[in-house]
């Protein structure tokens, strides 16, 4: 009989460039980083090739993770919506249990000046 191993996606895009996808393995309690991709990568694309790399199905992943910050405004949101809509879509967590960004300070939205 196979072995259950327990893995988990831990993505953090708190920098706007310097995005990461890790593969967590849990053994004995603590967390081994298996595979992770660094760089100004596509995070969905990088899922994908981790988990085909290491023969991981996505049934194998008990939760994706994303560091809520603070960092990137708009980097904490992506990661967050990409965990969050697979946890959520795979039925790993319930509504009430997603994670929330945490921005360290209020959001700095500039415009243009709209005529």
């Given at each position: 009989m196979k072995e259950r191993l327990q893995?988990?996606?831990?993505?953090?895009?708190?920098?706007?460039?310097?995005?990461?996808?890790?593969?967590i393995k849990q053994e004995n309690g603590e967390?081994?980083?298996?595979?992770?991709?660094?760089?100004d990568i596509d995070i969905v694309s990088e899922i994908k090739k981790i988990l085909k790399d290491n023969k991981v199905s996505i049934e194998e992943v008990l939760e994706f993770?994303?560091?809520?910050?603070?960092?990137?405004?708009t980097g904490i949101k992506i990661g967050l919506?990409?965990?969050?809509?697979?946890?959520?879509?795979?039925g790993k967590k319930g509504i009430n249990d997603l994670q929330s960004p945490e921005y360290g300070k209020e959001p700095n939205i500039q415009g243009k000046n709209i005529v």
């Amino acid at each position: 009989m196979k072995e259950r191993l327990q893995y988990t996606i831990l993505i953090d895009s708190t920098e706007r460039y310097k995005k990461s996808v890790s593969l967590i393995k849990q053994e004995n309690g603590e967390d081994l980083v298996i595979q992770k991709s660094l760089g100004d990568i596509d995070i969905v694309s990088e899922i994908k090739k981790i988990l085909k790399d290491n023969k991981v199905s996505i049934e194998e992943v008990l939760e994706f993770r994303s560091n809520p910050g603070p960092g990137s405004f708009t980097g904490i949101k992506i990661g967050l919506t990409i965990s969050n809509t697979l946890n959520w879509a795979l039925g790993k967590k319930g509504i009430n249990d997603l994670q929330s960004p945490e921005y360290g300070k209020e959001p700095n939205i500039q415009g243009k000046n709209i005529v």
